[in-house]
């Protein structure tokens, strides 16, 4: 792997993840705070790619239900699981957090 450059890759990405993914949360809480169900499956979607790309899956989960409810017009359903998709962010940050400082 290292020959292959892939565990800097791996990290570039784990590092592009901390530096993007607190405007992607901040996002998601934007548009949940407002009442456009279209605006949340947007915000919730690229949140959910970013997290897929790290293997976070319970996150990206979590956001896959965000996004198809507010493809479904169900912006109330959403907002009702953004606490607990703020949980695992946090979940997720911590971890990497701890992972990047153990690799310096």
């Known amino acids: 792997m290292r020959e292959a450059g892939i565990e800097e890759i791996v990290d570039q990405t784990l590092?592009?993840?901390l530096t993007e993914a607190p405007q992607h949360h901040t996002n998601l809480e934007q548009a949940c705070t407002g009442d456009d169900p279209d605006a949340i499956a947007k915000a919730a979607h690229?949140?959910?790619s970013a997290a897929?790309?790290?293997y976070a899956y319970e996150l990206a989960d979590l956001l896959k239900?965000?996004?198809l409810m507010g493809k479904e017009g169900n912006g109330d359903g959403a907002k009702g699981i953004f606490e607990t998709i703020g949980n695992e962010y946090k979940v997720v940050m911590q971890y990497l957090n701890d992972h990047i400082a153990d690799d310096q």
Request: glycine share 8%; no cysteine.
């Open 15 to 17: 590092r592009v993840f």
């Open 46 to 48: 690229g949140f959910k």
């Open 52 to 54: 897929s790309a790290i």
């Open 65 to 67: 239900k965000a996004e």
